[in-house]
């Protein structure tokens, strides 16, 4: 029997992602790309996930204990929301704030990152 090319190993691919997916735990923000209709709210959520990613990147790079999550609380504009958890300020960052928040951490590194929550 012939292995490749659509055969039994993409058989076994196709089985294997499924159980590493079915077995990973999603996040509120998944469960809300998942479920949502509208394909701009799920671009939208996709594209907030990968800012905090880079967001918790940063702060870890700069050692400073701020945390990231979307909050999908409004539906139809999910937001960042980042909160220092040593004094628990926090603050809601929309996706073009945070854009401009990762490139200003980029050009002038570390000065603000606090003041920013």
Do not use: C
């Not at 090319?5 to 993409?10: K, R, Y």
């Not at 077995?23 to 905090?52: C, F, G, M, W, Y």
């Not at 401009?100 to 920013?116: Q, S, T």
């Amino acid at each position: 029997m012939k292995i490749g090319a659509g055969g039994l190993q993409a058989i076994i691919a196709q089985d294997a992602a499924r159980g590493l997916e079915g077995d990973r735990i999603k996040t509120a923000a998944e469960a809300a790309l998942q479920q949502s209709d509208d394909p701009n709210v799920r671009r939208l959520l996709h594209e907030l996930n990968k800012a905090v990613e880079r967001m918790r990147r940063t702060a870890e790079m700069f050692n400073q204990s701020m945390e990231f999550k979307v909050n999908t609380a409004d539906r139809k504009k999910p937001r960042i929301t980042a909160r220092d958890r040593r004094t628990g300020a926090s603050r809601d960052f929309t996706l073009e704030e945070a854009e401009a928040w990762l490139e200003e951490m980029g050009r002038n590194p570390g000065a603000k990152l606090n003041g920013y929550a």
